[in-house]
């Protein structure tokens, strides 16, 4: 059944839906709750939600179930105050003779293009039901790819704070303490003279520290957003050993999946390009994947453009020029993306228990220099006292 169809039956059917007095909008709404609205409009919601609503949407609609009137049960028991409003909205646009993909297009934080773009692809064909449980599976791969990348990033940086909390903790603390048995400073050996200095920073001037550090991040965080330092960032981080080859699987695996429903969904090689380079954040392979598109444009191959490309794999790019010449492009994708998938899992794997020696040398290594940088002073004491 079309679009067309279900909505001529919400509109005849479904008039006397009592949607103004229940429904989380209402115009009659004070300044202040409108703001709210506004700004709980600014936020997304969960891919978690995103998820079970294509499933529900596919089933409901396989049951012949109006879609205004599926969607008019689901905002009645959502408990998300973002996706309840979310859902009124696509109620009052479909009532308004808009498609599924137009009400999607119209939170941009939530729904990416490449959903609206699947979606839209397969209204056309009127077998919007067929697509959606596809699109679910696959929105929780790329998800689950993403989320190892940065699960791969964050346990490192947990450890490493918790490292250096317990560290300048010992240097606040439990040093000074510790050196005030010592009278004559000037006579302590290099390595304690240096352990002192460094007690006394962290002690007495611990807010420039947490300042300095507020300040590194903030820096990153702006420089991020201007097009040429996101493209420096990017590419340092993807020279960053080990690191970088996670991201390049993950960035592969999010290239490849996004761009086989895109061309699976009968939308232009181009205009797929275009998408995808959007979607895999990383301004280097973004750059690279547009440069791509206009060589596309000018009618060269795929395999052609990205020949000799170092962010590209030979191997994939082998099976992009076979599978290109027999028209089975949008299978071969796919089977790429389950590949690096399946990469990315080792190596976040093997990332997790190789760090642990690494931290383990690194505690090692601190605790034998605040011992040596004590203890020496404490044995030349000693030895003075037996020779005396």
């Known amino acids: 059944?079309?679009?067309?169809?279900?909505?001529?039956?919400?509109?005849?059917?479904?008039?006397?839906?009592?949607?103004?007095?229940?429904?989380?909008?209402?115009?009659?709404?004070?300044?202040?709750?409108?703001?709210?609205?506004?700004?709980?409009?600014?936020?997304?919601?969960?891919?978690?939600?995103?998820?079970?609503?294509?499933?529900?949407?596919?089933?409901?609609?396989?049951?012949?179930?109006?879609?205004?009137?599926?969607?008019?049960?689901?905002?009645?028991?959502?408990?998300?105050?973002?996706?309840?409003?979310?859902?009124?909205?696509?109620?009052?646009?479909?009532?308004?003779w808009k498609t599924l993909s137009d009400c999607l297009d119209m939170w941009p934080k939530s729904f990416n293009a490449a959903e609206v773009w699947v979606i839209k692809s397969w209204e056309k064909t009127w077998k919007l039901n067929d697509v959606l449980t596809s699109l679910a599976e696959q929105i929780e791969k790329v998800s689950s790819i993403t989320w190892k990348l940065k699960s791969a990033m964050i346990y490192p940086a947990m450890i490493m704070t918790v490292v250096f909390g317990v560290i300048f903790i010992m240097m606040t603390v439990v040093v000074p303490k510790l050196i005030a048995i010592f009278e004559n400073k000037e006579s302590l050996p290099p390595s304690t003279r240096i352990l002192i200095a460094i007690s006394d920073f962290a002690k007495?001037?611990?807010?420039?520290?947490?300042?300095?550090?507020?300040?590194?991040?903030?820096?990153?965080?702006?420089?991020?957003?201007?097009?040429?330092?996101?493209?420096?960032?990017?590419?340092?981080?993807?020279?960053?050993?080990?690191?970088?080859?996670?991201?390049?699987?993950?960035?592969?695996?999010?290239?490849?999946?996004?761009?086989?429903?895109?061309?699976?969904?009968?939308?232009?090689?181009?205009?797929?390009?275009?998408?995808?380079?959007?979607?895999?954040?990383?301004e280097v392979y973004r750059q690279r994947i547009l440069l791509l598109m206009e060589d596309v444009k000018g009618w060269m191959k795929i395999w052609e453009s990205l020949e000799w490309d170092k962010l590209f794999p030979d191997m994939m790019i082998q099976m992009i020029q076979v599978w290109e010449q027999a028209a089975k492009l949008d299978k071969t994708i796919i089977k790429v993306a389950d590949f690096?998938?399946?990469?990315?899992?080792?190596?976040?794997?093997?990332?997790?228990?190789?760090?642990?020696?690494?931290?383990?040398?690194?505690?090692?290594?601190?605790?034998?220099?605040?011992?040596?940088?004590?203890?020496?002073?404490?044995?030349?004491?000693?030895?003075?006292?037996?020779?005396?």
């Open 1 to 96: 059944m079309s679009d067309i169809v279900i909505l001529e039956e919400d509109k005849n059917d479904e008039v006397n839906f009592d949607i103004n007095n229940d429904s989380v909008i209402d115009d009659n709404k004070t300044f202040i709750d409108k703001l709210n609205d506004y700004f709980i409009k600014m936020q997304s919601i969960w891919i978690k939600d995103k998820v079970i609503f294509y499933r529900l949407l596919s089933t409901m609609l396989n049951a012949w179930m109006s879609l205004v009137k599926w969607i008019w049960v689901l905002e009645k028991q959502e408990k998300n105050k973002v996706f309840k409003i979310m859902l009124w909205g696509f109620i009052k646009e479909l009532k308004e």
């Open 340 to 388: 690096y998938d399946e990469q990315v899992d080792n190596t976040v794997w093997a990332i997790n228990k190789l760090l642990e020696p690494f931290i383990i040398v690194f505690l090692a290594v601190v605790v034998w220099f605040i011992a040596i940088a004590i203890m020496q002073p404490i044995m030349n004491m000693s030895d003075s006292i037996s020779n005396s």
């Open 204 to 282: 007495w001037y611990w807010y420039l520290i947490i300042l300095f550090i507020i300040l590194v991040f903030w820096t990153i965080s702006m420089w991020k957003k201007t097009p040429t330092w996101k493209y420096l960032y990017d590419k340092t981080l993807l020279r960053i050993p080990v690191l970088w080859w996670v991201m390049e699987k993950v960035i592969l695996s999010k290239f490849s999946r996004v761009f086989s429903w895109l061309v699976s969904s009968w939308v232009s090689i181009v205009e797929s390009l275009k998408i995808v380079a959007d979607a895999v954040w990383n």
